[in-house]
């Protein structure tokens, strides 16, 4: 008699990194005989990747793991993830849970119970549910900022083999990807492990993976995800301006631009500092997108420390702002400090940063305007009856006429015309100038629309 097929089901909260490690352990599951669940379907394992960065975050992985359970009441479920590390006990408590992954380096031992004997490639193949692939080149933090937990849950850094990453993007290019995001839980501490006891002439760094990728054959194009200024030195920036391929786009980690509280949070830099990385950058990069993270609200936080911070995002002219209230967590520094902000005042805080926010994005798209500018299509645009909506190399939001389903994941050419609400408002390129990843039908697809539009408001 033949065995029914197992199933399957993962779920991820969290970062970048988080979302590359379900996907490897996806691929790990169904090389050993599972397939994902379908849509209302009971599956016999599922797998929930969780996250602890904020207080909220712990909170939806216990609500998320409850209602798996509730839906799929017969089937084991895994637990994965930061917060799993920091609360092993609790997280083991929680209906239906059977094992809880404290250490990634056991992933096929915690899996054995459950069937799987044999690993998948050093990587993975595909990026399920994205037009864009994350690479994780990176795990671990050594730093001690006094707000976040991340560096007990992830202590030990370790970088991936350069030669193994290449292997692994170039899957990734031929299954069709053509932005790949790398990716990790400090990224700009790729290869300080790798280089530990080895003379300068051998080290590895950020700066030559990219020259290594620049290298690789397909046509795609890398973006990094978030650093830390201080790691955005002259040859990284120097390695971004030299590859065309590598995406002008840097997300530096601001969060507060006052140095009082700066230095409460235990960063290694102070603003001035900060501003003047940011201004090296932008005399060497071709008119680069600037995306940050800010807390706002940090104990002790007054108002003139929080102008403080408006000033600097206005010197910088931040694009995109990820503004995340201060949320005190078990265990770390932060959280026995005193000053506590009111919970109102750090909500109209964080609501006068967003309005800034938007100024500063649309200052910068309009200084984008007339110029050419590498979109990757993403999907139809909701809102816009005949586009296509996508991300331009500078990170902005694009929507031009076109058909989704043939430009899906495709790079096209696209000169910005005019902004609207759903972005910068485009125009495609006449063909000749269209990049390689448009095969034939996408092309054609794309070719009927290629006449000049008018601004449409």
């Not at 993007?169 to 400090?186: K, M, N, P, S």
């Not at 030559?208 to 650093?227: I, N, T």
């Not at 108002?303 to 702002?321: H, L, M, P, S, Y």
């Not at 902004?419 to 070719?447: C, F, H, N, Q, W």
């Amino acid at each position: 008699m033949e065995s029914r097929v197992r199933t399957c089901r993962l779920l991820t909260l969290g970062c970048k990194v988080n979302q590359y490690e379900t996907q490897y352990v996806k691929e790990m599951l169904e090389a050993n005989g599972y397939v994902e669940a379908a849509q209302g379907q009971s599956a016999d394992l599922c797998v929930v990747n969780t996250c602890t960065v904020t207080g909220e975050g712990d909170a939806k992985s216990r609500q998320l793991i409850r209602r798996l359970h509730h839906h799929n009441p017969g089937a084991a479920i895994v637990v994965m993830g930061c917060y799993a590390t920091r609360a092993p006990e609790v997280v083991r408590r929680l209906p239906g849970v059977q094992t809880v992954i404290t250490d990634k380096e056991r992933l096929l031992e915690d899996f054995e119970p459950y069937g799987v004997m044999t690993a998948p490639t050093p990587g993975i193949c595909r990026f399920d549910d994205h037009q864009r692939a994350f690479v994780k080149v990176q795990d671990g933090c050594l730093l001690n900022c006094s707000y976040c937990i991340i560096p007990q849950v992830r202590p030990t850094v370790r970088s991936r083999p350069m030669e193994e990453i290449c292997a692994e993007v170039e899957r990734l290019v031929e299954a069709g990807f053509h932005e790949i995001v790398l990716t990790g839980i400090h990224l700009g501490h790729y290869g300080l492990d790798l280089s530990k006891g080895q003379p300068r002439e051998r080290w590895t760094r950020l700066w030559q993976l990219l020259d290594r990728l620049g290298e690789l054959p397909g046509d795609f194009r890398v973006r990094l995800s978030s650093l830390e200024a201080a790691e955005a030195r002259d040859p990284l920036i120097e390695a971004m301006a030299r590859q065309p391929r590598v995406c002008p786009h840097l997300h530096l980690c601001l969060q507060s631009g006052s140095d009082r509280i700066l230095a409460r949070m235990k960063r290694r830099y102070r603003c001035a500092g900060f501003l003047e990385r940011c201004r090296r950058i932008a005399a060497v990069l071709d008119q680069p997108a600037f995306t940050t993270d800010v807390i706002v609200g940090f104990p002790g936080e007054t108002e003139a420390d929080f102008e403080a911070t408006c000033d600097a995002v206005q010197q910088v002219g931040f694009c995109k702002i990820h503004v995340f209230p201060y949320s005190p967590r078990e265990g770390t520094e932060a959280a026995r400090l005193r000053e506590q902000v009111p919970a109102k005042v750090v909500a109209a805080r964080r609501e006068r940063l967003q309005q800034l926010e938007q100024q500063l994005y649309r200052r910068y798209a309009q200084s984008l305007l007339g110029r050419s500018l590498d979109v990757l299509v993403e999907g139809a645009a909701p809102t816009r009856k005949g586009h296509v909506r996508g991300t331009a190399c500078r990170g902005v939001p694009v929507v031009f006429r076109g058909h989704a389903p043939a430009l899906l994941r495709a790079r096209v050419q696209v000169r910005a015309v005019a902004l609207v609400d759903e972005g910068i408002l485009g125009e495609p390129e006449p063909a000749a100038t269209a990049p390689l990843s448009m095969p034939g039908k996408t092309a054609r697809a794309l070719s009927r629309f290629a006449l000049p539009l008018l601004p449409s408001f």
